[in-house]
């Protein structure tokens, strides 16, 4: 019982951290997307399609987390191998997240190449 505890806290914790990335992920590219009048077409495009991934990953990870909170949630959620799969989507929201870090502390060109 103590190691399916400990998987379903992981994948919880995971879908929670991939949801906390993707709502700031969103939050940046739409606030792009509303004063981005002057960039071109394309970028535009790049920056909307980033911004739909994002919100993808945020409805995503917290439809998950409700399915966590409910009592007896199905086995798969509480299994290794929901937590491994779930970490690819953290991961992969953790990296845009960086990406928008490094650009807003004058690094170099974010997610959207400018």
Known sequence: MLVTISWRAAAAALDAGTAVFAAVN???????????GAEPPARRAAVFVLAVVSLGALIEASVLLTAFAASDPAPLLSS???????LLASIASGGIFALILRRHSGGSAGPEGG
């Open 26 to 36: 969103a939050a940046y590219f739409v606030a792009r997307l509303a004063g981005s």
């Open 80 to 86: 290794p191998q929901w937590a491994t799969t779930r």
